[in-house]
């Protein structure tokens, strides 16, 4: 069902855990369908999201999805984190089945709940 990439994710996840100074947190999902995800982000004064980790309560899925979507964005700026879509998480794992495709939406709604939050608490126009 699921290709190596994934279960290499899934199995020795990047960025795993909360960070303490994070000055950014998203969380999506839904309890009742089993996928909640949060990604906390420390973002610098020019924008740069410095470090990010996350904690996901989910399948196989849902944790390589933030695993590898965490990966994706560390170093960025806010902006081009904000450009990364679904299908492009997709597409570093080289693939998910499509009962799982979910997985990769909540990991792109993450990222905009987290970077929401600090555009939120600091008043920076993005």
């Not at 309890?31 to 980790?53: H, Q, T």
């Not at 009962?99 to 126009?125: F, G, N, P, R, T």
Request: some cysteine.
């Amino acid at each position: 069902m699921y290709n190596e990439r994934v279960i290499k994710e899934f199995s020795n996840p990047q960025n795993a855990g909360e960070l303490k100074d994070a000055n950014a947190i998203g969380q999506v999902g839904n309890a009742s369908c089993g996928d909640i995800m949060k990604i906390f982000m420390k973002i610098n004064s020019d924008n740069v999201i410095e470090d990010v980790s996350f904690q996901t309560f989910g399948c196989a899925a849902a944790i390589a999805t933030s695993s590898v979507a965490t990966a994706m964005i560390k170093g960025k700026t806010v902006d081009e984190a904000l450009k990364i879509t679904n299908s492009q998480v997709v597409e570093e794992l080289g693939g998910l089945p499509a009962q799982k495709l979910h997985c990769s939406v909540l990991a792109e709604e993450a990222i905009k709940a987290a970077i929401q939050d600090y555009l939120k608490k600091y008043k920076k126009e993005n």
